[in-house]
């Protein structure tokens, strides 16, 4: 279109509301519409506002009012857009936003058509529109003559009916009225596609694809929420760099009904509508399981927050923190501590902020578990503030141990799986795992930035992060200093989690901050060489585990009970095993007798690992105290493992009583004979028991023989 066919074309720009204007027409209608056009969207705006003060009793009361304003302000549009096109059929009543399921929708050339009254628009009626030239306001197919006796062109009634329907839409979700809410988000969307590149309606276009795309997301209906989003982001880039964009800021959608009040910056409502596109985008391919191209949209998601400061502080933290999963999964360590870094940093700037201003206005500090009171008694709004804090702190805190217990992790298998390679076959390993590493990154940029930007290049600008980032391993650990360094990461957060986490108020997480704790000694007993060190850690494993354990009720934390006694006897086994370990060389080095000190800790190990099996074994009877006849898939390897463990662990008491030896090897025998029959009973459990059941298959043949042997020397 030329400028001077635009320059003739009717604007929305050009609609004034104004009260005093003078609109010739015989019955008034059209005056009457000018000045209750604002009257009516004000009226809305103002009980938007009055919703955030609504009783509990009555949640929704000034949002129904809100909405009474939406629909008369629809019936008059619907009204004025149906004298168009056909003046004689129209009477002096405003067409009711009952019936605004015939009224007219524009078609892709911008044409209308009826639906068929009562007809919803479902999801899948509607396809999103492409990235076709829509071309500006004014570009409707209506002819100058037919719509000059209009005050407001056909154009413009479609652009207006679609925000009334975006904002009736997002209001009926807000009551709970979803298929209603549905219907309208779909009528905006059609509405608004013809004119998604234009000043006026880009705005309403990128929100109503969001709208959409989260409504069918709430039904897990991804994929087909992904065209919404996709589109939104095209028509995004489209208008910022080579569209309408370049010549004429955003309008708000508020200025369209109130051309004469400035209530949005239009630029900064399109940045924060394309960054919750970027942040749905990020979420839907989440759900898809595309996991690259989920962290891509998440990146630039944060970036975008922090550069135009449209980010919550404690919300920002804690997806940055989050953000770093991705990469630690994907073995990019600087990126993922950068994040974290990033996250922390974050977080103490919010509370240093927090005060600072709590010191200007001489606001008393709430200390950990207090709260601060108003004046009518009620829990005042800084305390729960400050408890959000303190739960994002701990959060991020737990993320900063995922990482630690990770690249430990991590660590330990490359050591074992390189353990006997050559210098050359490890030489040629380490070129294999940075080109796959290098490749994975360079496919992230390529798929999700059109390949201008890798993903490793993650760098949010924040200051200060040194205090965060010094001394922290950011690569596979060998030495037992390097894993050193990040069980004192691990540890020191493990300690601030905690701190909110308490087992009074949080017993579940503080259960597992334990858990995570005892994994990191766990992690960092591999890299230990000195045996008496290692034994102190399982040691402080199993003290920590009981002591939580025996503060739960099995009746209420069943699961995390079973968890804690297992990984408890287990920290115990390996204690013993190196104990039993040391007394076998020492028995071999002398003729003397071993001490019986030695002995007593061996066996008292014994006792402690099968109690602690015994209690996650108990936990399966019946109250009446009988275990079930058949394992059930869940809680079937567990329970065969600690029968299996306990039975070997009576072959390990130390004794020299020949009569003892044989009632342990009883023992043993006949708990590796019941785990024998329970597999035979459940064909099922061998596909997860192959090889224990090997072992006690083998036991069951071999005990009686040495049953026999200490028979005749008794």
């Given amino acids: 279109m030329s400028s001077a066919e635009e320059d003739q074309t009717p604007n929305i720009s050009d609609v004034d509301f104004d009260e ?59 009204t004025q857009l149906a004298l168009g096109d056909n003046p004689a059929a129209v009477t002096s009543t405003p067409v009711s936003s009952e019936a605004e399921s015939t009224a007219d929708v524009p078609t892709e050339d911008g044409n209308t058509e009826n639906r068929e009254a009562g007809e919803p628009a479902a999801a899948h009626q509607v396809t999103p529109a492409g990235n076709g030239e829509c071309g500006g306001v004014g570009d409707g197919t209506a002819g100058d003559d037919e719509m000059d006796h209009l005050t407001m062109p056909r154009n413009v009634l479609h652009m207006l009916l679609g925000h009334i329907h975006l904002q009736l839409g997002v209001n009926y979700y807000e009551t709970e009225q979803r298929s209603e809410g549905e219907r309208n988000l779909l009528k905006a969307y059609e509405y608004l596609a013809p004119y998604r590149n234009t000043a006026e309606c880009i705005l309403g276009f990128v929100s109503a694809c969001n709208q959409v795309s989260y409504m069918l997301s709430n039904r897990s209906e991804f994929k087909a929420s992904m065209p919404y989003l996709k589109e939104a982001e095209q028509v995004y880039t489209h208008f910022t760099t080579d569209g309408a964009g370049l010549t004429r800021a955003p309008r708000g959608v508020h200025e369209l009904f109130l051309p004469s009040a400035k209530l949005q910056d239009g630029a900064m409502e399109l940045v924060k509508g394309h960054t919750h596109t970027l942040y749905f985008l990020a979420q839907v391919y989440k759900e898809m399981n595309e996991t690259a191209l989920a962290a891509r949209y998440c990146m630039a998601t944060l970036q975008r927050q922090l550069t135009n400061n449209i980010h919550d502080p404690l919300d920002w933290a804690l997806n940055c923190g989050t953000l770093s999963c991705y990469f630690i999964s994907q073995g990019h360590y600087p990126e993922a501590v950068h994040c974290l870094a990033c996250s922390s940093r974050m977080l103490a700037k919010f509370q240093e902020k927090k005060s600072d201003s709590a010191e200007v206005t001489g606001e008393p500090k709430a200390e950990k578990g207090e709260e601060m009171a108003s004046e009518d008694g ?103 200093e390097q894993a050193r360094g990040l069980f004192l990461l691990a540890q020191r957060h493990v300690e601030t989690a905690k701190q909110f986490f308490t087992m009074d108020d949080h017993c579940t997480d503080y259960a597992e901050l334990t858990q995570n704790l005892s994994q990191v000694f766990h992690r960092l007993a591999f890299f230990e060489q000195d045996r008496d060190r290692i034994c102190k850690m399982h040691r402080r494993r199993a003290d920590m585990l009981i002591a939580v354990a025996e503060n739960l009720n099995p009746q209420f934390y069943l699961h995390i009970v079973r968890q804690l006694r297992f990984e408890a006897a287990e920290a115990l086994v390996s204690l013993l095993d190196i104990k039993l370990e040391n007394y076998e060389e020492q028995k071999a080095a002398s003729r003397a007798a071993v001490e019986p000190k030695v002995v007593k800790k061996i066996n008292q190990l014994v006792r402690q690992a099968r109690e602690q099996f015994e209690a996650f074994y108990g936990t399966l009877r019946d109250p009446a105290g009988r275990m079930p ?57 061998t596909n997860f028991f192959k090889v224990e059941l090997e072992v006690s298959t083998e036991m069951v043949s071999l005990l009686p023989k040495q049953l026999d042997q200490l028979s005749k020397l008794q």
Wanted: net charge negative.
């Fill in 629 to 685: 006849e058949t394992l059930s898939e869940d809680v079937a390897r567990p329970a065969l493992l600690c029968k299996f463990h306990i039975a070997r662990l009576y072959s390990k008491i130390v004794t020299l009583d020949i009569g003892a030896r044989i009632q342990n090897l009883k023992q043993s025998l006949r708990l590796h004979t019941e785990i024998v029959e329970q597999c035979r009973k459940q064909v099922d459990l």
């Fill in 378 to 480: 009620e829990p005042a709004a800084e305390s729960e503030d400050l408890e959000e804090t303190q739960r994002k702190v701990a959060s991020v805190s737990r993320l900063w141990v995922s990482y630690a217990m990770s690249v430990l992790d991590d660590s330990k298998r490359e050591a074992e799986f390189t353990a006997e390679m050559s210098e050359e076959e490890l030489a040629a390993h380490k070129k294999n795992r940075e080109a796959e590493a290098k490749k994975a990154t360079e496919g992230v940029g390529r798929e999700a930035s059109n390949g201008d930007e890798s993903v490793s290049d993650v760098i949010f600008d924040i200051d200060g992060l040194d205090e965060f980032t010094k001394n922290v391993p950011t690569a596979l650990v060998t030495q037992f």
């Fill in 20 to 78: 005093d204007e003078e609109v010739a027409d015989d019955d008034g209608r059209e005056k009457e519409s000018h000045s209750v056009i604002p009257r009516l969207y004000s009226k809305f705006l103002e009980e938007q506002r009055n919703s955030e003060n609504d009783p509990p009793e009555t949640p929704y009361k000034s949002k129904y009012a809100a909405r009474k304003a939406l629909r008369e302000l629809h019936g008059l549009l619907s």
